[in-house]
């Protein structure tokens, strides 16, 4: 299992603007170690989002996004208090959920 | 001492492995759209996910520094004013897989996002925004790399 996520979720006027940390290697399958063996990709290739429960966002990556990724994006409607969930898989299958509270 | 009996069943093993590691993501993941990753150009990307001929417009913007110093972290944003957009991608026109990032742009999310790309040279970095109206729009802009992001 990965490290957690850092979410941090916080109110901008009527909108929650949501920043994620996630903790991923990101390999893109592109380099080769000291011997000259390709290093296989391991990316993330999915992310999504819930709002209370109800999915606000899903995204498709590639292996061009960077280490540790980070993700910013703003919630509609949301109230201090919301739970945010933000999930991703990556290629190998591991995926990892995280929830954080809008401030 | 390693007999030529052990060594065909140790590299049968790790073919097994490789074959499992190499087959099994994609069957678990159908919905990844691999074709748009493995596009080489915008218009290639927009039609793996079925829009047509990509146009410039003002009204979708890409943030991002005018120069990289690091080209494994490069922050950029998309975002479009548009009512009615279905999808935003980031696209690194040099790098060998053109699509970095897509977003499915629901009702409750603005079309705003920003992240971080890794970018192998300096390149033009392109905002496409797929709207429901099937129109496919654009905007680029130049980041210089001063340190390549992909290779060793």
Excluded at chain 1, 49 to 73: C, D
Excluded at chain 2, 71 to 83: E, K, M, N, R, Y
């Amino acid at each position: 299992m990965a490290d957690p996520m850092r979410i941090r979720a916080q109110m901008a006027g009527d909108k929650a603007t949501v920043r994620v940390l996630m903790s991923h290697e990101m390999e893109t399958g592109q380099r080769r170690d000291a011997s000259g063996k390709v290093i296989p990709a391991w990316f993330i290739q999915e992310v999504s989002a819930a709002h209370n429960g109800k999915t606000v966002l899903t995204t498709q990556w590639g292996p061009s996004v960077a280490k540790n990724p980070f993700l910013q994006f703003n919630v509609r409607g949301a109230k201090a208090g919301d739970k945010i969930t933000v999930n991703w898989v990556d290629n190998k299958g591991d995926k990892r959920t995280d929830e954080a509270t809008v401030s | 001492m390693t007999t030529r009996r052990q060594m065909m069943t140790t590299s049968a093993q790790v073919a097994a492995l490789m074959a499992g590691a190499g087959l099994l993501p994609t069957a678990a993941h159908a919905a990844w759209p691999q074709a748009a990753f493995e596009a080489k150009n915008m218009a290639e990307a927009a039609k793996a996910f079925g829009g047509g001929a990509p146009v410039e417009s003002k009204d979708v913007t890409i943030t991002g520094p005018d120069i990289a110093e690091n080209g494994a972290v490069v922050p950029v944003g998309c975002s479009s004013t548009l009512p009615g957009v279905k999808r935003l991608m980031i696209l690194v026109e040099k790098n060998p897989s053109v699509l970095a990032a897509a977003f499915d742009v629901s009702d409750a999310v603005d079309a705003s996002f920003n992240t971080r790309v890794k970018m192998g040279q300096s390149s033009n970095v392109y905002a496409v925004a797929m709207m429901a109206d099937g129109r496919v729009l654009y905007a680029g802009k130049e980041i210089k790399v001063t340190l390549g992001g992909c290779g060793g």
